[in-house]
Structure formats: C-alpha cells, structure tokens
C-alpha cells in the first residue's frame, strides 16, 4: 500500500474465491456456491475471476460441521507448514489443499479476497466478519455494503482479539470477508436466510468491480463490533450445563447487555445476571455449534473505525 496525497492506491482484486459448506451443515453457503458452480451468470463481474468452491464436500456430504475437527480453525501455521499426509485429521488435509490452491497464506500468490459463507442459529442477521481493523480494502467495502442494503442492516463483527481470534479458511486470502446470516437452524434451508446471503454476495462483489475499474472511495467511518469476552455456560463440578441463556437474552444478539441484566436461568429457575464492569454487546448468542467449544455467546464492544480514501494502484 502507497499513499499518495491521503488516497491509499491499493492493487486491483483479479481473483476472489467464494467459500460454502466450510462447515457442511450450514446449508445457506452450500446451496449458494452449488447453484453458483453450475450457473455463474450472478456473480460474474467484468474484469475479476470469481471462483465458487466448496471447502468442506466431505462434511457437506455428510450434513455435519465437519468430520474430523473444524475446518474453519485448521488454517494455523503449524498444520499448513507440516508435511506428510495420511496421519493427519481430513480438515488439516483439505486445509493444505486449500492452502495450495487459494495461497499460500501470507504470500504474493494469494488470492485477493476470499468470501466465507456461514449460517449461525443466532438471531444474528446480517453479519459481515472481518479480522483486521487495518485493511483498508475490507473496510471500504463493509461502508459500501452497508449503504447499499440500507434501509435494511447488516453488522460487522471485528475478530481482532489476540486470544480468541481463530485461524480461519477465509484467512489464506489478503482480504478475508466472512459471511455469518441467522437464524438459522443447522441442516434447514430458509428462503429469507438465503436470499439476505445472495444479496450481500451480490454487493460485496459490485465493490469490486467498481474499485478494479478505477473508482476513488472517499474516507469514511465503519462502526465495527470488536470481539471482547467469550462466555460460557454456567457448569456443575462434573462441567455439564446447569443453566440456559436467559429469556431476556435470548434471541437479543446486538443488544446492549447491561451489568446486572439477566444473562443465564438454571434449570430449577433461577437467574444469573451478567456481571461485567460495563455495557457490551453480545452476539453469537446460543449458536448451536458452540456448546462444544463451551461458548454461550460472545461480549463486543461498539467502536467506529475510520477508513482512508482508496483507489486502484
Ligand atoms: C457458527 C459458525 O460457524 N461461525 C463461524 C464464524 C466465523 O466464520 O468466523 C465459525 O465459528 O467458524
Ligand atoms: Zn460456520
């Protein structure tokens, strides 16, 4: 990245994959990148190559998450740098795969822009996912998103946390953008999901276009939602779960949870309220695939970014 004046010139973004069935049981994404592979018409845009791909076919196969141990955690730099083969989990291996085919991470040769496709049982809406609060490029096109949807929402949710950042698919790629639409329950195709998915898809990728084809983005604000505190359930000696997500709580991802708002309700009713020092916004709430990874939900805080002007270099 250059600056010239205040205006940061960024390279052009020539390849862009789209990722579904990451995770083969969020049937969104799957059903999205399997029309997509048969019929590209929607997502062909002048001057960049766009490749729909399914990264987990084993576990879409299957209707799973995944089928040795999650794909979308896999991408770390031990398991993408170790050699050898049939020992390793299927993951690690498509995880390698990948890395061949859309990287290496980190490097040159990757990719410009990954898309990740993913379908939560929160009542999360729209949700765009980003993990670097620096990337210009990302940052943009979340402002640019944002205004084209409007009058309806989408969020971003900012997974910038040193310790519960997680190495993702997406982040083989120089920009990462996960996709995260609820609710959503596991297996289940719903008409609204899908189309609110296919309609961010579709903007995200008119960015794009537009920015390849020389157009300035003048600075601008982002708000972003900067991942602070995972919570888990509440759990007896033996770690089983003796509570749920309270009934306040439930269902209300993005809303201000307050310091002594009911936050858990025990099976014999009683309410355990959120302690924290102050207001956070919790989402991810009740996401089905986290109760093995003993996670309730997830604490952000609100924060505005701001973005530099870019254009192509
Ligand atoms: C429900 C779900 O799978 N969420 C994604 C979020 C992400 O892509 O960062 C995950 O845990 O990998
Ligand atoms: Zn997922």
Request: charged share 25%.
């Amino acid at each position: 990245m250059s600056f010239h004046g205040s205006t940061a010139r960024l390279s052009e973004a020539r390849r862009v994959a789209i990722f579904g069935g990451t995770h083969g049981n969020e049937m969104s994404g799957v059903a999205l990148v399997n029309l997509w592979i048969k019929n590209s018409d929607d997502i062909q845009r002048r001057g960049v190559d766009i490749k729909p791909f399914i990264a987990n076919p084993k576990a879409v196969e299957k209707c799973v998450r995944y089928v040795e141990t999650d794909l979308n955690r896999a991408f770390t730099p031990e398991n993408l740098s170790a050699s050898g083969g049939d020992e390793f989990p299927y993951e690690v291996r498509r995880a390698q795969e990948i890395n061949r085919m859309f990287g290496p991470k980190g490097s040159p040769e990757a990719y410009d822009v990954i898309f990740d496709l993913h379908n939560t049982t929160s009542n999360m809406g729209c949700t765009l996912i980003l993990e670097s609060s620096k990337d210009h490029f990302n940052l943009q096109m979340m402002n640019y998103i944002k205004k084209a949807i409007s009058p309806a929402s989408c969020l971003v949710l900012l997974n910038e946390h040193p310790l519960l950042k997680y190495s993702t698919c997406r982040s083989v790629a120089k920009h990462a953008v996960g996709l995260e639409v609820g609710p959503q329950p596991q297996g289940v195709l719903r008409s609204n999901i899908f189309e609110a998915m296919r309609v961010i898809l579709k903007h995200a990728l008119d960015f794009i276009e537009l920015f390849n084809e020389g157009m300035e983005f003048p600075p601008c604000t982002v708000e972003v939602f900067r991942v602070n505190e995972r919570i888990d359930y509440p759990r007896d000696a033996n770690r089983n779960i003796i509570a749920m997500v309270h009934p306040n709580l439930q269902d209300c991802d993005w809303e201000p949870l307050n310091p002594g708002d009911p936050m858990f309700q025990t099976f014999d009713g009683k309410t355990i309220p959120y302690q924290g020092s102050c207001t956070v916004y919790p989402t991810f709430i009740n996401e089905a695939a986290y109760y093995e990874k003993q996670q309730a939900f997830v604490t952000t805080r609100r924060e505005t970014l701001a973005a530099s002007s870019i254009r192509k270099a």
